[in-house]
């Protein structure tokens, strides 16, 4: 098992930046990837960055178009962290943002968006970006 828990959400004006927090203990030794997707009101959760842990692909990032050029996903292994940097953020930014792992590398940005591959997830982080 591995436990998950964000931190940093809070309330920002559009154009300001938050950086998310992701701590993970346990048996994280098995984590070969993490993530970030985030749940906006009344909207299907959706992916926003990913980020390989560990071996050969370990730092490779992935990025959704909506947060390319905005947001910067990065890891801390020693720590067992990973942070989701956010600048210029927008209304539309609004949601629960969730961290996530995988006992699995990620080769494409097909898999790094499937929330199915991913085993172990947190309670979430509430962001609101005000206009």
């Known amino acids: 098992q591995v436990q998950l828990v964000e931190s940093g959400g809070g309330l920002v004006q559009a154009g300001g930046s938050l950086r998310l927090s992701c701590a993970a203990s346990?048996?994280?030794?098995?984590?070969?990837?993490m993530c970030w997707f985030r749940q906006g009101p009344g909207k299907e959760r959706e992916f926003v960055a990913a980020?390989?842990?560990?071996?050969?692909?370990?730092?490779?990032?992935y990025y959704a178009d909506s947060v390319t050029g905005r947001f910067t996903i990065s890891r801390d292994n020693a720590k067992n962290m990973m942070y989701l940097q956010m600048n210029s953020l927008k209304p539309e930014d609004t949601a629960v943002y969730y961290c996530?792992?995988?006992?699995?590398?990620?080769?494409?940005?097909?898999?790094?968006?499937?929330?199915?591959?991913?085993?172990?997830w947190g309670q979430g982080t509430q962001v609101t970006v005000s206009s």
């Open positions: 980020i390989n842990w560990s071996g050969w692909s370990g730092g490779s990032t």
């Open positions: 346990g048996r994280t030794a098995s984590t070969y990837a």
């Open positions: 996530a792992s995988s006992r699995r590398a990620l080769y494409s940005i097909v898999a790094a968006a499937d929330d199915r591959g991913y085993d172990y």
